[in-house]
């Protein structure tokens, strides 16, 4: 992927990405947001893509707020794929990047 350590993602306004996930066909959704699974995994190997765990909160939220729209049974679904791959990597993320703030340079 030539866009892995790219941060692309900076280009697409998180509104404007949330309405294109919801946009989707349930069963697609949780694929659209299985990316973010891996993306975050190593921010000290692709420091480029820090800017981009700001951006990662600000779908979380507006995913946050239109899953609290939905129906019961799908908002049961969507809350476990942007608890698994929104959420959790967000958080994992947001450690690395306070990690590596508070790492002295060698």
Not at 21 to 47: C, D, G, H, K, W
Not at 49 to 70: G, H, Q, S, Y
Not at 81 to 106: D, G
């Amino acid at each position: 992927n030539i866009y892995s350590n790219v941060p692309i993602l900076l280009a697409i306004k998180p509104a404007d990405f949330v309405a294109q996930v919801m946009a989707l066909p349930p069963e697609n959704r949780r694929t659209a947001l299985i990316a973010f699974s891996q993306r975050y995994s190593f921010l000290n190997q692709t420091p480029r893509l820090i800017p981009e765990v700001n951006w990662l909160a600000e779908v979380k939220d507006l995913l946050d707020e239109e899953v609290a729209k939905l129906p019961v049974i799908s908002k049961y679904a969507l809350t476990g794929a942007v608890n698994r791959y929104v959420a959790e990597p967000l958080a994992a993320a947001q450690a690395q990047v306070t990690a590596l703030a508070t790492t002295p340079s060698a």
